[in-house]
């Protein structure tokens, strides 16, 4: 099951070990393996574009993975079936 924008995800892996990464910090931390965040944008090419954030919504950070380093934790319930 392909993952989609607004799914919660875990980091399982890092094939790039390094990558750019933007936050609210002026220098925000690489992630982790083991890390949540939420899906904020496919990219394209199975790329997608997550958020790693505070639970009060402060964005530590934002960086683009391959669909193959992260897997599902939580998909919210489609709108008409709350």
Do not use: K, N, Y
């Amino acid at each position: 099951m392909p993952l989609q924008v607004d799914d919660r995800v875990r980091v399982v892996r890092l094939l790039v070990a390094e990558r750019d990464v933007t936050g609210a910090s002026a220098a925000p931390s690489q992630p982790h393996v083991g890390e949540e965040g939420d899906v904020v944008a496919d990219v394209g090419e199975g790329i997608l574009l997550v958020e790693h954030a505070t639970a009060d919504g402060r964005t530590l950070w934002i960086a683009e993975f391959l669909e193959d380093e992260l897997e599902l934790v939580e998909r919210p319930l489609p709108l008409d079936e709350e």
